[in-house]
């Protein structure tokens, strides 16, 4: 019945789901779950290419997520990835380790959950509210945000934005893009879109509300985000009908320019050309990085917009939703740069410059345009062709139909999860784990050699300082000294070597 109605959301493979049972450490009977964990994820592998799917294994719980994520990181084979993916994959990596990392997530993102287009949803919106049949086809013609004008000019600013939020964030809806973007070290996002997914997806984390990535301005939280055209959650902050001004909103506009003067920002389902504001804040931004001098070449009006036409696109925290995904890529072997798939047409990915676009179709103008920004090309291409798409009965479709273009998105699509999973996984050391003695034997000898050493100044703590409580409070003791045990020793109580 599946391979009948095909994958949801415009994949070109069915993702399914699985949690991680049967790894409760009070209940493992002798066995080591370290090796039932290899077991599991080399089981998910070979379903994946057996019947050519995605498996996404998901938990909340701190000490399986590193188990599995430090598993996939011995030995999983990156076979959809290039090399040059992965390297330019790797340097993005260290640039969240190193707290460098800022993300710019457009509406294009929540196109990947199956939620419409902003244009699309308006016009779902006007057929609801009672448009005729050729006013609707009138509207087809209209921008997006005249189109929301007329909207609330019929049916009122609330009720328009109630409808308009029914399509676009759906109750509950999370999509595995959010997970993996929530799951990152990084403190500070940007969101052109209304939905409040990434906010959903960060708080699923596992009894950590300092993971929970807030609202700015209206929540005051360790991470957050920049909604540029409001949130759901705060519904009095959408304009839906965006800055009628030739200005940006000044305060959004210099986060923006503070982010992409201190961070490196990484653009998610966004479409440069389709936004005026951020061609007017990279062109500040250019000229204060040359001193002043000449910009990016882009002068243009500004306006402040959401998602498609307003701004959006076409699209230490190991206890955050890990999205472990296991691709049916076929066979290779890891590094293996045979494949073909463009990696940017950039020659060298510079970490000098201040933001990185991942782009699905390459776009060589574009990149002369905006030579300040880093790019890379997720679209498929094997052997100076371009692939055909996987039909629900089974066949392929000509590279050269119709439907092309749209179906080399869906793959590129595709590919993007997988880079921002592979991201995720390299951002981060997964060592939860690692003083669990129910995961012995996945231990490499390094980590056991350390696991050795802790152990050994763990007892000579206890026979030199039998009592740390005490001893913090004694007068003769020295201040920093003492401090520093006592520290360790709640370190030690809490990683249950004591």
């Given amino acids: 019945d599946t391979q009948k109605k095909g994958p949801r959301c415009g994949r070109v493979k069915y993702l399914l789901a699985v949690p991680m049972l049967g790894f409760d450490s009070s209940k493992t009977n002798g066995q080591d779950l370290g090796v039932k964990m290899r077991s599991l994820l080399g089981m998910l592998t070979r379903l994946a290419v057996r019947h050519d799917v995605d498996v ?37 990596a260290n640039l969240a380790k190193l707290g460098r990392l800022a993300v710019f ?3 294009g993102m929540a196109r990947m959950t199956g939620a419409p287009n902003w244009k699309d949803a308006l016009i779902r919106v006007a057929i609801d509210c009672g448009f005729s049949t050729d006013e609707v086809g009138e509207l087809q013609r209209l921008q997006p945000k005249d189109i929301a004008q007329l909207l609330e000019a019929r049916c009122g600013r609330a009720d328009t934005v109630r409808q308009v939020l029914r399509y676009l964030d759906p109750a509950g809806a999370v999509g595995l893009v959010h997970c993996i973007l929530a799951s990152l070290p990084v403190n500070e996002y940007v969101c052109a879109s209304f939905d409040s997914m990434l906010t959903r997806a960060s708080a699923l984390a596992e009894k950590d509300g300092d993971k929970r990535i807030g609202v700015m301005p209206y929540e005051a939280t360790r991470r957050w985000q920049l909604a540029l055209n409001g949130h759901a959650d705060f519904v009095d902050s959408i304009s839906l009908t965006g ?32 936004d005026d504001t951020m061609h007017a804040i990279l062109d500040s931004v250019q000229r204060a990085r040359s001193g002043g001098g000449e910009g990016c070449g882009r002068e243009s009006g500004m306006n402040e917009g959401g998602q498609e036409g307003h701004g959006g696109g076409d699209t230490d925290q190991d206890n955050t939703v890990e999205s472990g995904r296991d691709g049916g890529g076929g066979g290779g072997r890891a590094g293996e740069d045979g494949d073909g798939y463009h990696a940017g047409g950039d020659a060298v990915f510079s970490e000098e410059l201040n ?42 479709t000509s590279p050269h139909s119709a439907d092309d273009e749209m179906l080399l998105k869906q793959h590129a699509s595709r590919r993007l999860e997988i880079l921002l999973d592979f991201i995720a996984l390299y951002s981060r050391l997964f060592s939860s784990h690692v003083l669990n003695g129910s995961y012995q ?16 100044l763990v007892g000579a703590m206890r026979r030199e300082m039998p009592d740390t409580n005490a001893a913090c409070s004694s007068p003769s003791s020295s201040g920093i000294a003492t401090r520093v045990v006592h520290m360790l020793d709640r370190m030690f109580r809490r990683i249950g070597l004591v």
Avoid at 56 to 74: I, Y
Avoid at 365 to 394: C, D, F, M, Y
Avoid at 445 to 454: A, G, M, V, Y
């Fill in 56 to 92: 996404c294994l998901v938990s909340t719980n701190t000490v399986k997520l590193a188990a599995a994520q430090s598993c996939r990181r011995a030995e999983y084979v990156w076979h959809d990835l290039s090399s040059v993916l992965q390297e330019k994959g790797k340097r993005l």
């Fill in 441 to 456: 034997g996945h231990l490499s000898p390094k980590e056991k050699d350390l696991i050795h050493h802790l152990e050994v």
């Fill in 105 to 107: 997530v457009g509406g």
């Fill in 355 to 396: 933001s990185t676009l991942l782009q699905r179709l390459p776009n060589t103008l574009e990149r002369e345009l905006w030579k300040q920004i880093n790019t890379i090309t997720l679209e498929p291409h094997v052997s100076g062709q371009r692939e055909g798409a996987r039909t629900p009965n089974g066949g392929t």
């Fill in 243 to 274: 800055n009628t001004s030739n200005k940006p909103a000044t305060a959004s506009s210099g986060v923006v320019q503070a982010l992409l003067l201190t961070k490196h920002v990484l653009f998610l389902g966004f479409r440069l050309q389709s």
